[in-house]
């Protein structure tokens, strides 16, 4: 069975801080893997996500994520935070073996940017 | 529409009563998926319909918990008989291609 571990649970920085949130995953093939955001009262949205190619992924708002196959990561990054990143990020995991294949998320990551 | 909605948006039941909650998907989505979120928790995968066909409800708890998508396109997702373990954010989701999911708003179901 497929699962996702995020190491941190709640991060606090200061605007201009760099961010690094960890994610792992755990699954027996080919993945793809998503970071979704949730900003505070708003929809689950995805920010980024990787299927093949490339291992370093750009998203929206100047985030990113580097798919690391021999360590199993797919942490998200970004140089300089904004007050206005202050969300619940999650990383995601689903299966690529073809067809349908079910997405499996991890416990999200609070982050608090103080201006 | 514009989005995914979710009616309603807060649901307060007591134990024992039937709740049944709605999803309308974008129009178009072939695909469509319920997921429950309890406090501090990630979304956790429920059920799947490709149109009208639920392929996968691995994810429901247990034989109280039925969805339905009989035109393929609202989505019912019904528990009945509730207890309190089942208080959580119940979240649609519908998509074009297996890529993207767009998430409706949620339903925050309280049981008492």
């Known amino acids: 069975a497929q699962s996702v571990s995020q190491h941190n649970h709640h991060v606090i920085l200061s605007e201009a801080a760099s961010l690094e949130l960890g994610c792992n995953y755990s699954y027996g093939g080919t993945v793809n893997l998503f970071w979704y955001v949730q900003y505070p009262g708003q929809h689950l949205q995805l920010l980024l996500k990787?299927?093949?190619?490339?291992?370093l992924v750009k998203g929206i708002k100047g985030f990113e994520a580097e798919f690391i196959k021999s360590k199993f990561s797919f942490n998200l990054r970004k140089p300089s935070v904004q007050w206005s990143d202050t969300a619940e990020y999650f990383c995601?995991?689903?299966?690529?073996?073809?067809?349908?294949?079910?997405?499996?998320f991890g416990i999200g990551t609070k982050l608090q940017v103080i201006p | 529409g514009a989005g995914v909605s979710q009616s309603p948006r807060y649901k307060v039941a007591k134990r024992g009563q039937d709740v049944a909650l709605r999803c309308d998907p974008i129009s178009g989505h072939v695909s469509l998926f319920w997921y429950q979120q309890a406090l501090g928790q990630g979304p956790e995968f429920l059920t799947y319909?490709?149109?009208?066909?639920?392929?996968?409800k691995s994810g429901l708890p247990s034989d109280r918990f039925f969805a339905e998508r009989p035109e393929g396109s609202v989505s019912t997702l019904k528990i009945q008989r509730t207890q309190q373990e089942d208080s959580a954010v119940y979240l649609c989701a519908s998509s074009l291609t297996p890529d993207t999911q767009y998430f409706g708003p949620g339903t925050r179901l309280t049981v008492l």
């Open positions: 995601a995991v689903k299966g690529n073996s073809g067809g349908y294949q079910k997405v499996t």
């Open positions: 990787y299927f093949s190619g490339d291992p």
């Open positions: 319909f490709q149109n009208e066909a639920q392929l996968d």
